[in-house]
């Protein structure tokens, strides 16, 4: 398997710009999840998705973040209208099952000027 | 106060040296996860555990429920674990809650 897969890797938008990030999780895992990665608040869950299902988005910012799973392999953020608060690593991971652990994508590196 | 605390923030060692990264956590979990950072960013699990003992080559992590904390340790420390080692905590059904993590340097 390619594990998790992300694109784009890099991104550089301007201010007020729509940005989508995308994800391909690894087949035949039910959950998955988007995090963001900044050096002010490290770590944070943004959403997850059981079988497709958003279960919790309280990790999700603000309204101009939404994120949608239409189907068990792909997934997007959506960020619109991008802000430079919004410049992070966006990282998407999946899993089965909490006993196999998390498996993570390389990350999208978002940069809003 | 977080809650989940890594220490240290930041540790430099050299090549061959015991390592151990420290995590204590204050919020009731289901498991616990060690994640490793390289530069470049990204990120694999190392270990995930919710009792006792873990070991994969070098790499052993321990957890004790009671005292709410873990530790990940490293036997002769190579410069290729130079990382960041972020300890995780499972909340509930997957909501995982991150520690700040510990920027480890091996140096040769």
């Known amino acids: 398997d390619a594990g998790v897969i992300q694109s784009p890797r890099h991104e550089v938008t301007e201010m007020g710009q729509e940005v989508t990030l995308r994800c391909k999780p690894i087949?035949?895992?039910?959950?998955l999840f988007w995090y963001r990665q900044t050096m002010m608040r490290g770590l944070e869950l943004l959403i997850y998705f059981n079988n497709n299902v958003p279960i919790d988005d309280s990790g999700m910012p603000e309204d101009r973040f939404s994120a949608k799973m239409p189907n068990a392999s792909f997934s997007t953020l959506k960020i619109q209208p991008s802000e430079p608060r919004d410049s992070a690593v966006y990282f998407c991971?999946?899993?089965?099952?909490?006993?196999?652990?998390?498996?993570f994508g390389s990350g999208t590196r978002l940069t809003v000027v | 106060k977080n809650e989940v605390e890594q220490s240290p923030q930041n540790l430099t060692a050299q090549e061959g040296e015991f390592i151990t990264i420290n995590c204590s956590y204050s919020?009731?979990?289901?498991?616990l996860h060690w994640l490793q950072q390289h530069p470049g960013g990204g990120i694999v699990s190392l270990f995930m555990l919710s009792s006792g003992k873990k070991k994969h080559g070098r790499l052993i992590a321990t957890i004790n429920i009671q005292e709410k904390h873990s530790s990940l340790h490293i036997t002769a420390s190579h410069p290729r674990d130079s990382a960041v080692y972020i300890c995780a905590v499972l909340q509930g059904a997957q909501k995982l809650v991150f520690g700040q993590g510990t920027r480890l340097t091996i140096n040769p």
């Open positions: 991971a999946s899993s089965s099952n909490r006993a196999y652990g998390y498996t």
């Open positions: 919020v009731g979990i289901s498991a």
């Open positions: 087949s035949g895992h039910d959950y």
